[in-house]
């Protein structure tokens, strides 16, 4: 071992010198290799009119091939450059726009092999705005024994962007409202979301909303008369005639429902003559919901 420890330290000072001049001798000859480097140059627009907005654009980036002795890329951030398109005296339209790679002001040294792409082409558009109608998702259930009787927003909501891109948007949705959390009538701040895009912004970016709620109730309605669907020139028999339809919802919206409101029919489409058991389809007003319809299934004779 002692041995092994003197032919290392042997002449030490001389093997450090020798590792520095071949530590040297290969960065000089990494300094002096050519390279070959791809950057990705951002694309920014400038000095746009007020009341202009860019309502599409090709690429934001650009790529440049640059080539260069490897001293040369010593200290070169490509997060230093971009390109700044001026779109000063733009007009309305599409724009098709060269870019120049001597405006970046890259070192000299450095030689440009390709750029791709070498032009940009930009949709302008007036900046416009328009009042949308604002729909508010659910998520959740409220707690057993309360019903959602109606909920409103308080405020206008405009929408802002390219003219041509928010002239089909006309419902804007806002955050989902957790149905869970609402235990008793309130008001509320959702919060809009604009289309996707950066070119969209909301005014305000949220609405209140007044969210009213009532207990549940239940009634029942005798004597719901039948309507017969899907079968025509034969001789139908139903037993019974009428339906007994059980209902839920708020107490205000029961208490003034009348029975023509509750729809019951038989779809006979497709029947042959003969006896048959058919389940009725109840159709009720928004906001109540079926609880029971007795009986479950009609006897129908078709004749």
Known sequence: MKGFLQLIFKDLYLKILALIIAIFIYFNAVM?????????????TINLAEGQVVADKNTDRALLT???KGKDFIGLNPKRYQFQLDLSNTKIGVRKIKLIPEELGLPPAL????????????????LSKK???VSIPFKGNLDKGLALVNITPKSDI??????????FISVLNTESLNL????????????????????????????????QIEKETARIFLGIPLAIEGLQGRLVELKPAEAQIAVAGPESKLKNLKPWEIKAKLNLAGLTAGTHQVRAEITLPTGISLVKCEPAFFQVKIR
């Open 32 to 44: 002096e290799r050519t390279v070959t480097m791809t950057l990705k140059i951002p694309i920014v």
């Open 158 to 167: 405009s929408l802002i962007g390219p003219k041509e891109d928010i002239t």
């Open 66 to 68: 640059i080539q260069g």
């Open 131 to 133: 009042p949308v109608t």
């Open 180 to 211: 869970a959390e609402v235990k008793e009538s309130k008001d509320v701040k959702l919060k809009v979301i604009p289309p996707t895009g950066e070119n969209f912004r909301v005014e305000p970016d949220s609405v209140e909303v007044s969210i």
């Open 111 to 126: 030689n440009l092999k390709s750029i791709d792409p070498e032009y940009v082409e930009l949709t302008i558009d007036r």
